[in-house]
């Protein structure tokens, strides 16, 4: 059973007992390097005003339960998000299930819950957020804060070249192949996680087989294409070419599938869960009349890899 919200500010508390504190709060969707630079900038404010940092992860965008149909895949799942939040150096990181009660919470009554539990003295966010069901944000949001002797610093997330990074922009760049665009925004190589399941095995008949994935529908998945990819299997890594889409020439088959083919490895790995990081696209997927057009290409591919993968 999940601790309500009113349960973890109690149980926060406790640990907290005298201190004050401050707070960033949000879904953190892909922990990119705008997330990093608010929470530099709150363990910044922590230590130099002696507070405790603190950080609540939303398992799902709150939008999500106000407006279902404003759903997207996730670029990382929420026990990611949370290791890497962890890695900063945050000294509470807590997850919270935004459910109706905390729907109904207006700006006000949310800050003053954050206040009278946790000494809340420093609010950092980003230059875009909404609070309350009265989606509070700047001057407004500000005012609500001075009110409750809050200190409220609001922090444009940005990278290379100043420009603004959102987790929605990486999500669309994924989303279209432009993965190694995505990359750079996210401050390491876009992974997703698959579990190896039995297929068809056309692969192994022309010399190359490949491991079929299944992999979470919350995940965001890039365009059908073929990607050099980096694969984790047993704390190893190895090089591979990752495809996505489906082969209606080959197998009369119009289902998307996710499998990989893995260089210099020829092991057993059913029902091993594989972490594939991309790091670009070579090409777009395409439909062969023969299997011996696709080993052919499956060449190219190779020593396309090679190269993406050694200049890496």
């Known amino acids: 059973m999940r601790n309500t919200f009113e349960q973890l500010l109690e149980e926060l508390s406790e640990t907290i007992g005298t201190n004050s504190t401050a707070l960033c709060l949000g879904t953190f969707d892909g922990v990119h390097l705008g997330h990093k630079s608010l929470f530099n900038k709150l363990i910044e404010k922590s230590n130099q005003n002696n507070q405790k940092s603190i950080v609540f992860v939303f398992e799902r965008r709150p939008r999500e339960l106000i407006d279902p149909n404003s759903y997207r895949p996730y670029i990382l799942p929420l026990k990611d998000r949370i290791e890497k939040i962890k890695s900063i150096g945050i000294y509470k990181t807590i997850t919270i299930q935004f459910d109706s009660d905390l729907q109904k919470l207006t700006a006000e009554q949310f800050l003053e819950k954050l206040k009278k539990t946790i000494n809340l003295k420093t609010l950092i966010v980003s230059h875009n957020t909404r609070i309350g069901n009265d989606q509070l944000s700047t001057k407004s949001l500000e005012e609500a804060c001075t009110k409750l002797n809050i200190s409220l610093i609001s922090v444009h997330m940005s990278a290379e070249g100043n420009s603004i990074v959102s987790s929605s922009y990486i999500s669309s760049l994924i989303h279209e192949g432009e993965v190694h665009k995505a ?125 993406i993968i050694n200049n890496e």
Do not use: C, H, M
């Open 183 to 307: 990359n750079k925004l996210l401050g390491e190589n876009f992974y997703f996680l698959g579990l190896v399941e039995e297929g068809d095995k056309i692969g192994r008949t022309i010399g190359f087989p490949t491991a079929n994935l299944k992999v979470s529908k919350d995940i965001q998945i890039p365009s059908d294409g073929v990607y050099a990819s980096k694969v984790k299997i047993d704390n190893k890594i190895y090089s591979g070419a990752l495809s996505i889409g489906d082969r209606p020439i080959i197998t009369n088959d119009n289902s998307r599938k996710i499998e990989i083919y893995i260089l210099d490895f020829d092991e057993e790995i059913y029902n091993k869960t594989l972490s594939v990081s991309i790091v670009r696209k070579i090409r777009n997927q395409q439909n062969y009349d023969s299997l011996d057009k696709l080993k052919d290409q499956i060449k190219k591919d190779i020593i396309e890899l090679r190269k």
